[in-house]
């Protein structure tokens, strides 16, 4: 394999995009790909908006995981790909736009499901689950959702009762039993990723 790749899953604002921030700190960015499982939503064109809201976007079949499988595949097998946008305001995929991922030495993947396809995680070289306090997660998802994605307090409050918890409880914090590493982001994880880092050039520098 050219390539190896890296999931970062975990629950919903748990910090996942801080941990592969500061693996990007410490990675060469030009050999490092991001891919964000977010945009693999499944198109809803044919969908109402009223209907694309009562969508449970943190259960398993709200992703398209067979085309989230076959891109990462030709990642990894030096192909470039175009990776979907999806559209947050909008609850769709946005239409004929997407994201040209070129082939690199390191791919990262991150999402809230990104350990639950067997196919997607077989693939994975480092396989990352971020925990963090379902409190402060709420909080955090609040901030985001009303400031970065335009939705109201209430809106958010609802869909996290309805939704998000219990399939956060059913689908996501399952998965981490199949994480290599668990790093719990109520505190410092620099040795977390110290080790992380060195796993990572191990398996470059044999790969060479």
């Given at each position: 394999?050219?390539?190896?790749?890296?999931?970062?899953?975990?629950?919903?604002?748990?910090?996942?995009?801080?941990?592969?921030?500061?693996?990007?700190?410490?990675?060469?960015?030009?050999?490092?790909?991001?891919?964000?499982?977010?945009?693999?939503?499944?198109?809803?064109?044919?969908?109402?908006?009223?209907?694309?809201?009562?969508?449970?976007?943190?259960?398993?079949?709200?992703?398209?995981?067979?085309?989230?499988?076959?891109q990462l595949k030709e990642l990894l097998n030096g192909k470039s790909i175009n990776e979907p946008v999806y559209d947050f305001v909008y609850h769709n995929?946005?239409?004929?736009?997407?994201?040209?991922?070129?082939?690199?030495?390191?791919?990262?993947?991150?999402?809230?499901?990104?350990?639950?396809?067997?196919?997607?995680?077989?693939?994975?070289?480092?396989?990352?689950?971020?925990?963090?306090?379902?409190?402060?997660?709420?909080?955090?998802?609040?901030?985001?959702?009303?400031?970065?994605?335009?939705?109201?307090?209430?809106?958010?409050?609802?869909?996290?009762?309805?939704?998000?918890?219990?399939?956060?409880?059913?689908?996501?914090?399952?998965?981490?039993?199949?994480?290599?590493?668990?790093?719990?982001?109520?505190?410092?994880?620099?040795?977390?990723?110290?080790?992380?880092?060195?796993?990572?050039?191990?398996?470059?520098?044999?790969?060479?």
């Amino acid at each position: 394999m050219d390539s190896i790749l890296i999931i970062v899953a975990g629950g919903s604002a748990s910090g996942k995009s801080t941990v592969v921030k500061h693996l990007m700190d410490k990675l060469d960015t030009k050999e490092v790909g991001i891919i964000c499982m977010d945009n693999y939503y499944k198109d809803q064109t044919e969908l109402s908006m009223e209907e694309r809201m009562k969508t449970n976007y943190d259960h398993p079949d709200s992703f398209d995981l067979n085309l989230l499988y076959i891109q990462l595949k030709e990642l990894l097998n030096g192909k470039s790909i175009n990776e979907p946008v999806y559209d947050f305001v909008y609850h769709n995929r946005k239409e004929n736009e997407y994201i040209m991922i070129e082939p690199k030495k390191v791919i990262i993947l991150e999402g809230i499901l990104a350990l639950y396809s067997k196919k997607i995680r077989d693939l994975a070289n480092i396989k990352i689950y971020v925990e963090c306090d379902d409190d402060l997660r709420f909080i955090r998802r609040l901030e985001r959702d009303t400031i970065e994605r335009g939705r109201t307090a209430k809106f958010v409050i609802k869909q996290y009762l309805d939704t998000v918890k219990p399939s956060h409880e059913a689908y996501v914090n399952p998965t981490k039993r199949y994480a290599n590493i668990i790093i719990p982001n109520d505190h410092s994880h620099e040795v977390a990723l110290d080790l992380i880092l060195s796993r990572i050039n191990e398996i470059i520098r044999s790969d060479k």
